[in-house]
């Protein structure tokens, strides 16, 4: 779906036509950024620069910047070239060394998305999606990134009952709930999908582990925080994937992947819709905090999301995918925000 469609249905859709220091973790050298208006020219001395404010740009980690030196430059600090900072040489602690950019709609604990580990198995790949017959060279690095999306669209079923719980808990209405499930559902077709493409790459049915679930679910948190991560995840992460996946489907050159990424992108733009749909009854019914969180929850920069990952699945070139994913935010994220909160 073009991004003036998918504007259509998310407006439609919402009724309107560590920080912590004493880890103990060595500090390594890095980049970091402070934000930078969108006129400036210059960039303040490092040693005016409050490290408090400064961010390790493109990251998926929670990376904490000791320090900045060096001159500061002017550059994008998102792979959509919106977001402007100025950027200095730095030294960072990494306390969750490893972690990978969200696909989907993850499930976090805390400030951590939480995965399942990738194991031999066949009762993943989807009885009715048998893994394809067509004769394909072996590509373990592609294998691997379908699995990889395997696991995180099978975090997102974690996600979205979740999700439920906490609608049922504020007193949603079963119109909500009911989509919330269904996109659940969803999910699971998503993951039997990414899994059968990793058997088919690599020759090896694999699937799921046990899900980590480390931590008790609240499903009674605070509205406003329910609302703010609704519109990270979904009105702008899931929003700008779904601009991703059709891009990537209409350009790739595999018939089993674009088929794959086709019936992904269809739903991933409902499910965009349905975020904006969530965020919008949480305004109607949550007062002037919710309005704050999910204020302010549009104003900070775009988190990083996968392009690299998705392009190497599609076998697609990266470019297009970030152009894509620039007329995503411009086009239907920023436009429906404008809306969502007038």
């Not at 379908?146 to 995180?152: I, Q, S, Y």
């Not at 489907?249 to 739903?267: C, E, F, N, T």
């Not at 109607?284 to 999910?294: D, E, I, Q």
Request: aromatic share 4%; glycine share 10%.
């Amino acid at each position: 779906m073009p991004p003036r469609p998918l504007l259509a249905l998310i407006l439609a859709a919402v009724g309107c036509g560590l920080p912590a220091s004493d880890s103990g973790l060595a500090s390594e050298a890095g980049t970091a950024c402070i934000d930078a208006a969108e006129d400036a020219t210059t960039c303040p001395d490092a040693a005016d620069v409050d490290v408090a404010g400064a961010f390790v740009p493109v990251s998926c980690d929670e990376e904490e910047v000791i320090s900045v030196s060096g001159v500061g430059e002017l550059a994008f600090t998102d792979q959509m070239g919106v977001d402007l900072g100025c950027c200095y040489a730095a030294q960072v602690v990494d306390p969750t060394p490893g972690s990978d950019c969200d696909v989907g709609r993850p499930f976090h604990e805390g400030h951590r998305a939480v995965v399942s580990g990738v194991v031999p198995r066949d009762d993943w790949g989807g009885a009715a999606l048998a893994v394809p017959t067509r004769s394909a060279p072996a590509d373990p690095t592609r294998a691997a990134a379908w699995a990889r999306a395997g696991v995180a669209e099978h975090a997102s079923i974690a996600a979205f009952s979740k999700l439920a719980l906490e609608l049922l808990a504020h007193g949603a209405p079963a119109a909500l709930v009911r989509k919330v499930h269904a996109a659940g559902l969803d999910e699971i077709d998503h993951a039997e999908r990414c899994f059968a493409l990793a058997a088919r790459f690599g020759g090896v049915a694999v699937g799921p582990g046990a899900f980590p679930f480390t931590a008790p679910i609240d499903a009674a948190r605070p509205l406003a925080a329910l609302a703010a991560d609704a519109v990270r995840e979904g009105c702008v992460g899931e929003t700008v994937g779904a601009v991703l996946a059709r891009a990537a489907a209409s350009s790739a050159p595999d018939p089993d992947v674009r088929a794959a990424l086709a019936a992904i992108a269809a739903d991933e733009e409902r499910h965009a819709a349905l975020s904006w749909e969530v965020v919008a009854w949480a305004l109607r019914v949550g007062g002037p905090s919710v309005k704050v969180a999910v204020t302010a929850a549009f104003a900070a920069p775009v988190a990083p999301i996968d392009v690299a990952g998705l392009a190497l699945r599609a076998g697609v070139d990266g470019a297009l995918l970030v152009a894509a994913g620039r007329g995503g935010i411009a086009e239907v994220v920023r436009p429906a925000a404008a809306v969502l909160t007038a």
